[in-house]
């Protein structure tokens, strides 16, 4: 399992509207091939800044099935407006689960 995680700062006055592209895009990736969940979180410190995760069974089913795919550009079309920049992604597998 890999996990992604995108770093967002979305504009200011614009995180209701993110929000928003978000909760609408879930059909979107439950359909991706590979994904396995998706969850959005804000920080409590710095409101326009989110961490967006989202589970893959492989990097190749983000990097290349779902960044290629017609659904990539509709997630964009949804979100893009709202990015203050572009966003900081990485993937990450779990080392060691301590509990």
Request: net charge positive; with cysteine; glycine share 8%.
């Amino acid at each position: 399992m890999i996990l992604e995680i995108a770093q967002i700062e979305v504009k200011p006055g614009m995180e209701k509207d993110f929000e928003a592209g978000v909760k609408t895009a879930v059909p979107i990736f439950k359909r991706a091939k590979g994904c396995q969940g998706v969850r959005l979180m804000r920080s409590h410190e710095t409101p326009a800044q989110y961490r967006l995760v989202v589970q893959w069974e492989t990097v190749e089913n983000h990097t290349k099935d779902f960044r290629e795919s017609a659904d990539f550009q509709e997630w964009r079309k949804l979100v893009g407006h709202c990015f203050a920049a572009p966003p900081n992604v990485g993937h990450l597998r779990e080392v060691l689960h301590g509990f």
